[in-house]
Nanobody, 119 residues
Framework: QVQLVESGGGLVQAGGSLRLSCVASGSIFSINDMAWYRQAPGKQRELVAVITSGGSTNVKESVKGRFTISRDNAKNTVYLQMNSLKPEDTAVYYC?????????????WGQGTQVTVSS
């Protein structure tokens, strides 16, 4: 059993910052990619940023220069530092991890954390 626990969401004014965290725990052998997705009301879930086990990152064009993804492999944790937030960043943010677990190769999702940016 693998669990992902997200934290750090909340309500912030435009221009503010938030830092999301996602901790994976359970029967983990190795984690490859860790990623953050978001889903705004009435829209499809979209990839925001991804980081490989080696630290390579890929960030959605619209958040480049504002969002930074990082990870702590020793803690099985992925972070999303969000600066200069805009109202259009309002969404539920989900972390996703993929790798080798007791059940084999699998993908797990967090429960989501709400980020609301007021104008």
């Amino acid at each position: 059993q693998v669990q992902l626990v997200e934290s750090g969401g909340g309500l912030v004014q435009a221009g503010g910052s938030l830092r999301l965290s996602c901790v994976a725990s359970g029967s983990i052998f190795s984690i490859n990619d860790m990623a953050w997705y978001r889903q705004a009301p009435g829209k499809q879930r979209e990839l925001v940023a991804v980081i490989t086990s080696g630290g390579s990152t890929n960030v959605k064009e619209s958040v480049k220069g504002r969002f930074t993804i990082s990870r702590d492999n020793a803690k099985n944790t992925v972070y999303l530092q969000m600066n200069s937030l805009k109202p259009e960043d309002t969404a539920v943010y989900y972390c996703k991890v993929e790798g080798y677990f007791r059940v084999g190769w699998s993908v797990y999702w967090g429960q989501g954390t709400q980020v609301t940016v007021s104008s």
